[in-house]
């Protein structure tokens, strides 16, 4: 499988424009990974803790290992060691878990918000409103932990490029409105290995590629 030319292609797309690829690599083999390794790729998006854990502990030290899946508060304590960044905070309570367990670690975690822009009920994610009451100032002040760099959304499962443009155009709309007021917030991460172009024509600065990079074989661990 031709991952290494796989990255090359999308990092050509991407060239000039100001976007981080992560290559989303769950269920993946460690030898599949590696072969991005060895010729220099580093950034690597997990969804399932126990797995990401794994992956930490065999590969190299060097890597920015970015969590991309839902995050259960009580799972926080296991990657809070070293990674790199959560793109998936999606309430207030997972921000003080991930603070209480980045405190543990000694360490200042890298935070996104995931906003709701679906049309549908399987996916995760805050409303605006809720955004922004989380960002109000009181409820930072005992957070010194976290640092909430950028936002992350997910589109309705479509065929329909309108509608998929659509809630990219939203997500970018109230972005641009938070990046303006927090200068910490810098990344807008949307699209994955469907939508990823016109998740960049839309605005990302972050895409989220999987199965254009590794194929979608599935292993049995």
Same mark, same amino acid.
């Given at each position: 499988m031709p991952i290494v030319e796989n990255i090359r292609f999308?990092?050509?797309? !991407?060239?000039?424009?100001?976007?981080?690829? !992560?290559?989303?690599s769950k269920t993946k083999p460690v030898e599949m990974l590696m072969e991005a390794y060895n010729v220099g790729f580093k950034r690597f998006g997990e969804n399932y803790v126990q797995e990401l854990v794994e992956k930490y502990e065999t590969m190299p030290k060097d890597i920015e290992w970015h969590f991309i899946g839902h995050l259960q508060s009580n799972k926080v304590k296991y990657i809070a060691p070293f990674v790199s960044l959560i793109h998936s905070v999606d309430s207030f309570k997972l921000l003080q878990e991930i603070n209480k367990q980045a405190a543990k670690n000694n360490r200042i975690i890298d935070c996104l918000l995931q906003i709701y822009i679906a049309e549908e009920d399987t996916k995760s994610g805050m409303t605006e409103l809720e955004c922004l009451e989380i960002l109000e100032p009181e409820n930072f002040k005992n957070l010194p932990n976290i640092r909430i760099v950028g936002l992350m959304g997910m589109t309705t499962l479509t065929d329909d490029e309108t509608q998929i443009r659509k809630e990219f155009a939203k997500l970018k709309v109230f972005y641009s409105t938070l990046s303006a007021k927090y200068s910490t917030i810098k990344?807008?991460?949307m699209g994955m290995s469907g939508d990823y172009a016109i998740a960049i024509e839309e605005g990302s600065s972050m895409i989220r590629v999987g199965s254009k990079i590794f194929g979608n074989r599935i292993y049995n661990k």
């Open positions: 999308i990092e050509q797309e !991407i060239e000039g424009k100001n976007v981080t690829l !992560i290559a989303v990344i807008l991460s």
